[in-house]
């Protein structure tokens, strides 16, 4: 394993530093990092940092150069995801460019990379994932909104679930079924893309328990799509919707070690300055003794993380270790949030306008939003059934 940079990636370390220094607004660093970003930050606030980003070709960095990405390799993916957590910058997750833009780079056409791209890089067009029904979560493949395929296009009817951002996204892309009597249910599924203005679209907000509105429920009815906008072969758009998830190997925020290790540096910070007894909280050896064993486990992820990437550098395969940064960070993000909450005894049952400064004043919240991480992106169950069937072998 190597835990030193090259001299090329230290050099494109301190390009990425000085960036930071110079280049991004004094109130976009220092955010909260984890789930929940800092509180009431808008759109328009972080569009300076995109701006700056989008002046380097970093907005959508794993994008080629021609069609205005940086080329990145994942060496360079982690480098600048690791010096923007360092720095506690906004969020750059955005489904348009990380899921779609890759499938249109993949599998559009010339005439929908064309229209898609550069306006989705610019920040003009946004986008929701349309793939979740009610009977098709986990069981993906088991999708069932209808579509029906005419002369000039599709028509849909049915509906979607957990549609985050569809109340203030301009399009849609999603996985229908254009043909229900083939014997695999993978077959017979087909991605598009539609525009939210669309006649026939209604969007229901679902309100989640941390007081957030980002979930819909999306409804459909006879909603003419136009047949351009049928990405990839008709009946074979499992293809494109598993390809997905090859992209997200390192760059899992609920992974990430340095967002992680944050969070537990946060529950040290309440420890410390909460008094027990006669002392304070962070006293008791046992307290200590847990914290101790997180703090191994963010190691374990951070070292098992470089060395997939080691193996990556040398053009090997990451090798089966990628396959559990998902589920590991994500439960390991939910213990110390958890671990948080006790610390904080009654104090963390406050759901806002604590006295505490504010990474370690709402823990109520933050731990009822942590608990999406091991359902969104493959539930943890889902994701040790995989590792038990593709790494582990077992029947
Ligand atoms: C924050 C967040 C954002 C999301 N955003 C979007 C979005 O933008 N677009 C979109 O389409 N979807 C989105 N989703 C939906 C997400 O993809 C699904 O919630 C996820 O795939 C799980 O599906 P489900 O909710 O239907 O649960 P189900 O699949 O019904 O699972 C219910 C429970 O059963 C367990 N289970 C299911 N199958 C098995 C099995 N074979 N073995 C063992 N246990 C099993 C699951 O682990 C889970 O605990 C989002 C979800 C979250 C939490």
Request: aromatic share 8%; glycine share 8%.
């Amino acid at each position: 394993m190597n835990l030193e940079d090259t001299p090329q990636q230290a050099a494109f370390r301190a390009e990425v530093r000085e960036f930071i220094a110079t280049m991004v607004p004094a109130q976009l660093k220092g955010l909260r990092q984890g789930i929940v970003q800092g509180p009431g930050l808008k759109e328009a606030q972080v569009q300076p940092f995109y701006d700056a980003l989008r002046s380097k070709g970093w907005r959508a960095p794993h994008w080629p150069r021609e069609f205005g990405g940086a080329g990145f390799d994942e060496a360079h993916m982690v480098i600048l995801t690791e010096e923007f957590t360092r720095a506690a910058l906004p969020g750059m997750k955005d489904v348009g460019l990380d899921m779609l833009g890759m499938i249109l780079i993949a599998y559009g056409t010339k005439a929908q990379q064309e229209r898609f791209l550069g306006p989705t890089l610019r920040g003009e067009l946004t986008w929701a994932q349309g793939y979740s029904e009610p009977q098709a979560g986990s069981d993906l493949a088991n999708l069932a909104l209808r579509c029906d395929v005419t002369d000039d296009g599709f028509l849909l009817n049915g509906q979607k679930i957990w549609t985050s951002k569809a109340h203030i996204a301009d399009w849609l892309f999603l996985l229908v079924r254009t043909d229900s009597t083939m014997k695999k249910k993978q077959d017979g599924i087909s991605f598009l893309l539609l525009d939210m203005k669309t006649p026939g679209i209604t969007v229901r907000p679902i309100h989640t328990i941390d007081d957030h509105h980002h979930f819909n429920e999306t409804f459909f009815d006879n909603v003419k799509v136009p047949r351009a906008n049928l990405v990839g072969e008709l009946h074979k758009g499992w293809k494109l919707a598993k390809s997905l998830l090859s992209h997200e190997r390192f760059s899992h925020p609920t992974s990430d070690p340095l967002v992680i290790g944050r969070a537990l540096d946060n529950l040290k910070g309440s420890a410390r300055a909460l008094a027990a007894g006669e002392g304070m909280v962070w006293d008791d050896p046992v307290l200590r003794r847990r914290v101790t064993q997180l703090d191994m486990d963010v190691d374990c992820l951070r070292y098992t993380r470089y060395r997939a990437l080691t193996k990556v550098m040398h053009g090997d395969e990451p090798g089966p270790e990628t396959m559990m940064f998902k589920m590991f960070g994500a439960e390991l993000m939910q213990r110390i949030v958890e671990l948080h909450a006790e610390v904080m005894g009654p104090l963390g049952t406050i759901w806002e306008r604590s006295p505490f400064p504010e990474e370690n004043g709402e823990t109520a919240k933050h731990g009822a939003n942590i608990r999406a991480a091991t359902i969104r992106g493959g539930t943890s169950e889902v994701q040790r059934n995989i590792i038990a069937k593709n790494v582990l072998n077992l029947p």
